[in-house]
C-alpha cells in the first residue's frame, strides 16, 4: 500500500455482477503493517505494568487514567464503583450504543434517554430538566459521528443540581494529547476495531475522582485477562477481510455471498463488531469483566505514539468539502456540532432504502448500520426522544473519506442531492 492508502477499507456491494467492484462504506483506520506487529506482539513476552504507564504518559492522564478492555469494561467498572442505588436514574444522550444502556439496566438503574438537537447532536437542555427527577444521579453524553458536542450547558445543569457527568468519545478521539474534557467526571475513549487510531480493542478512561478510580482498579485487577488466542483470531480476521476490500475482490466477495444466499453485512459484522449481540446478560457481562491482554495493550501503545494526525485533518478536511457540495445542508446531523473530524458522514432522507440502492447501484456502498448505535427506547411513563427517532429513521451512512476516487464523491453527491429533491417533492404534494 502507499502512504496515502494504507488505511484498510470494507463495505457492501450489490448482486448486479460478478465482476463489478464496490467502494467501502468505511476505512479501517489500519496498516497491514499496524496488524502484523500485533500478531508479532501476540508471542513476545511484555510487561503489563509498563504498557498501561507508556498509555497513560502517552494520554497525559497522571494519576487519573485507567486501560480497559473496552468502553463498555470501564463503565460497568464505573457504575460498580460509585455504588448508586438500585432504581436510581442515568440521563442519556438519545443516541447511543444499546450495550451502554444493557449495561445500566444491568446494575438496576434506569436509563432515561433525552433527546438531541439534529444539528448540533448535543442533548438539549430544556429536555435534561424535564427528565430530572429525585433519584437521577449521572448524566451520560455522547460525542457522535466524529465531532463534539458543547458540554458547558451540560455540565452547568450537572453541577448546579449535584449530578455526576460523564462522557462518552468513542467517537470523537482526537489525539492522545487530548483526552477529556475538565468539566466532566468520567472521559471515555474507545480503540475499538472501527475507531479512529484502531488499536482493535481497549479503551482508555479519565476519572476525575481518586477514590472511584482506585475502587476500579482493585476490582479490574481480579478479572481475568483476555486470551491472547482471542486477540490473535481478531487480528487474523481483519488481516484476511482487509485483503479482501478492494473494490474488485470485495464486489467478487459479495456476489459469491448473494449466490450462496449469505448476509454479507452479517459476515463484516462479525469481524468488526466486538461483543456479539444478543447475549444472555451473565455471558455479556462475563465478557466485558476482562483485562485487555498485553498485546492488546502493546498494540494500543503503539497507535497512540504513531498517532497520524494528518490524516485526521484530511479527513476532517473531505468531510467539510462534500458537505459544501451538498445542496441542502440540514440533510447532515451535526453540521453545527464542534470539531468535526466526520469518522462517519451521515446523511437523512426520507427515502433511505432507495438512496442506499441507487449508491450501491453506482459502486459506493452505503448502509443504515455502519454503526451500532440506537435510539433509547424510554421506560414507562417517560417521554420518547421525537427528534432521535426521526433522524436516526432516516439516516444513511456514506463513504466520505480522503481514499474516495474524486469522481466517485461527484457521483455520491449527485444521487444524494436527487434524492433530497425528490424527498422534498413527495411531501408537497402530500
Known sequence: MGSRDREMSFGAQDDSGMGRGMYARHRLDLSAGDVLFGVLSCGRFWRRE??????????????????????????????????????????????????????????????????????????????????????????????LFGGRMDLGPVARFAKERGLLLVEDCAQAFHGPERMGDTVADVSMYSFGTLKTSTALGGAVLRVRDREVLGRMRVAQASYPSQRRAGYLKKLLKVLGLGAASRPHPYGLLAWACTKLGSDLDELVNGVVRGFPPGEPEATFLQRLRQRPSAPLLAMLSRRLRTFDRERLARRASTGERFLRRLRAGELHPGRRSLERTHWLFPVVVADPEALIEALRGRGLDASQATSSISVVGAPDGRSSPTEASLMMSGVVFLPVYPELPSQEFDVMAGLVNECAVLGAAERVAL
Open 50 to 143: 509498563r504498557l498501561e504507564a507508556e498509555i497513560s504518559s502517552l494520554c497525559s492522564l497522571g494519576d487519573e487514567g485507567l486501560v480497559c478492555l473496552s468502553v463498555r469494561s470501564g463503565w460497568d467498572l464505573w457504575l460498580a464503583a460509585r455504588g448508586l442505588r438500585v432504581g436510581d436514574e442515568v440521563l442519556v444522550s438519545a443516541v447511543t450504543h444499546p450495550d451502554m444502556v444493557r449495561i445500566i439496566r444491568a446494575h438496576g438503574l434506569r436509563a432515561v434517554p433525552v433527546d438531541i438537537d439534529p444539528e448540533t447532536l448535543a442533548v438539549r437542555p430544556a429536555m435534561l430538566e424535564a427528565a430530572l427527577t429525585p433519584r437521577t444521579r449521572v448524566v451520560l453524553v455522547a460525542h
